[in-house]
Every structure is written in C-alpha cells, then in structure tokens.
C-alpha cells in the first residue's frame, strides 16, 4: 500500500484546510486509517483516525470539534478537514492504515505510512 498525503499549505489562524490521503497498490477500504503530525523538535502526535466502515472515529483533544476526518472508500481516499487552524497546529501531518480496522490512536498501530504534508499556521 502507497498513501500520498496532500492539501497541505500556508494558512492564517482561524483559517481551514483540507488535507487528503489517497491510496495506491491495493484498497484500503478494509484498512483503518489515520493522521498523526510532528511539530519541530517535537515527537509525532496522534490526531485522528477513522474505522474501516466509517463507524467510529477517534480524535485528540486538542482538535476535537475542529477536525474532522472521513473516507470515500470508493475513492481510496481519506480526508481531514481542518478549521478554526490555530498555531499550534503547524506541522508535517501524515496519514496511516491500519489493518487491524479499528480506529487506533497509537502509532505502532499502523502498517503502512505516507511521506507527509506540511501544515503551517500563521499567527
């Protein structure tokens, strides 16, 4: 499985963005995914992961309520619509599958990892 992150950029606080994950090489229509990011300096942070139906998402507090992350299994594809961006939020996001299908937040979860897209949010 190949996952190309997308949609990434420069944006303003308060702004939105769209990130997208699309998979190559097989479906990952019974794959769990998610998205994690790594801020400079930091360590590599759970953010988000869905279910392989779409039945269950998980998210980190620290976006609750202003992320959202969804699938379109016909597509192979997984997005992160993010709004109400704050500083904080800077960093190189990165999607993940699980095959386990559940909506793990633990990265050691995940088999198959994209090469990221970097999210910086002015002040």
């Known amino acids: 499985v190949q996952l190309q992150a997308s949609g990434g950029g420069l944006v303003q606080a308060g702004g939105s963005l769209r990130l997208s994950c699309a998979a190559s090489?097989?479906?990952?229509?019974?794959?769990?995914m998610g998205w994690f990011r790594q801020a400079p300096g930091k360590d590599r942070e759970f953010v988000a992961a869905?279910?392989?139906?779409?039945?269950?998402?998980s998210y980190a507090d620290s976006v609750k309520g202003r992320f959202t992350i969804s699938r379109d299994n016909a597509k192979n594809t997984v997005y992160l619509q993010m709004n109400s961006l704050k500083p904080e939020d800077t960093g190189v996001y990165y999607c993940?599958?699980?095959?386990?299908?559940?909506?793990?937040?633990?990265?050691?979860?995940?088999?198959?990892w994209g090469q990221g897209t970097q999210v910086t949010v002015s002040s």
């Open positions: 993940a599958a699980d095959r386990a299908r559940v909506a793990a937040t633990g990265s050691s979860a995940y088999d198959y």
């Open positions: 090489g097989r479906t990952v229509s019974y794959y769990a």
């Open positions: 869905i279910s392989w139906t779409g039945g269950t998402t």
